[in-house]
């Protein structure tokens, strides 16, 4: 039945993992159960959508997912039929309203998460006590720092779909950027994505569009593993890269560290690849802390993570941070201790 309908099996790779649990307890493709198209108009199934930190960009949270990661931390609604419809009319003017609120303008090239922290530590302090930060990188003025769902930062002109991915389906969100641009000139559109939908034939759909950067989530190095951990396969995704850069599309890439699954041997080869395509790439390494089918794996430790970043920084890589710091450095001394060894540019 899957393959039946597959945009992807009809291009001639192997279908997702992306079956979504509904209300009643069946269970259907995520591109069926929440993704319609409607007298042209496509609509999307999201969870939430609002200015988002770290990130300091408008994020549209949605369900339904063409992996079913085992550590994934929004599988509520990314595993589940779980929130409400919109229209890719709907999401332009949400960019609209959203874009009354920007603070920072930001060139195409920083369309990213990872310039995020260059600019913002999130800690509020400008605008509630009148003073900076220890780690403030003194680039905003406090009028520029604002109060989202999430916490104090700048709101940048980046309009970005995160949570569930199903980016086989390129035209929902090539016709939601082209709605976004009509409406919102200055605005970039970005797609946070585990890279499965990003086909050759896709990529020049979204161009099309008019998406202009991908946070491209790399699960895995290792083919088993990948499959073990996402229920898919990461052949075309380790080839994403090259794709995208040769189509002019900012690009940074994530990988996680999972203690037992994902170590320093597998980010490495992942940074080759990256590596081999343009070694000012940006390049995260996330932390990862215990959720959902992977409770009772470990986070790493810092030496691990502070291993892993010299070590991709020694394939080349220039552009290169740690993520989720607060997960394995605790307490004054840590911090003091991690910012003293890689930098505070190294804190994502």
């Known amino acids: 039945m899957l393959s039946s309908h597959c945009s992807m099996v009809r291009q001639g790779y192997a279908p997702g993992s992306c079956m979504v649990?509904?209300?009643?307890?069946?269970?259907?493709?995520?591109?069926?159960?929440?993704?319609k198209k409607e007298g042209g108009v496509w609509h999307r199934l999201i969870k939430a959508a609002h200015l988002s930190r770290p990130e300091d960009y408008f994020s549209v949270y949605q369900?339904?997912?063409?992996?079913?990661?085992?550590k994934c931390h929004s599988w509520e609604f990314s595993q589940r039929y779980d929130g409400f419809w919109v229209s890719t009319d709907e999401l332009a003017e949400m960019a609209v309203e959203y874009e009354e609120l920007v603070t920072v303008w930001e060139p195409k090239e920083r369309a990213t998460m990872f310039h995020a922290t260059d600019l913002c530590r999130h800690c509020g302090m400008c605008v509630v006590y009148g003073v900076r930060g220890r780690m403030c990188p003194g680039k905003l003025k406090s009028e520029q720092v604002v109060l989202s769902p999430q916490g104090y930062g700048p709101a940048r002109n980046i309009v970005a779909f995160t949570g569930g991915d199903v980016v086989c389906q390129a035209e929902f969100y090539a016709q939601a950027a082209e709605k976004i641009k009509d409406e919102c000139s200055n605005m970039w559109v970005l797609i946070e994505t585990n890279g499965y939908g990003l086909t050759p034939e896709n990529l020049d759909v979204l161009a099309s569009g008019g998406v202009d950067s991908f946070w491209l989530d790399i699960k895995a190095y290792d083919r088993e593993v990948y499959r073990r951990l996402c229920g898919a396969t990461n052949e075309w995704v380790l080839k994403s890269p090259?794709?995208?850069a040769d189509r002019g599309f900012t690009l940074e890439v994530l990988t996680l560290y999972i203690p037992g699954w994902v170590e320093k041997d597998q980010i490495v080869r992942i940074a080759e690849i990256v590596h081999e395509v343009d070694s000012e790439i940006p390049f995260t390494i996330l932390a990862f802390f215990p959720a959902y089918k992977l409770s009772s794996v470990r986070s790493p430790r810092m030496f691990e993570m502070i291993d892993a970043y010299f070590a991709v920084k020694n394939v080349g890589l220039r552009n290169v941070k740690l993520g989720n710091c607060h997960v394995f450095a605790r307490g004054q001394s840590e911090w003091e201790t991690l910012v003293a060894v890689v930098g505070p540019e190294a804190i994502g």
């Open 242 to 244: 090259e794709w995208i």
């Open 21 to 35: 649990e509904m209300p009643d307890g069946t269970f259907k493709p995520a591109c069926k159960g929440t993704l």
């Open 63 to 70: 369900s339904g997912c063409n992996h079913s990661c085992l």
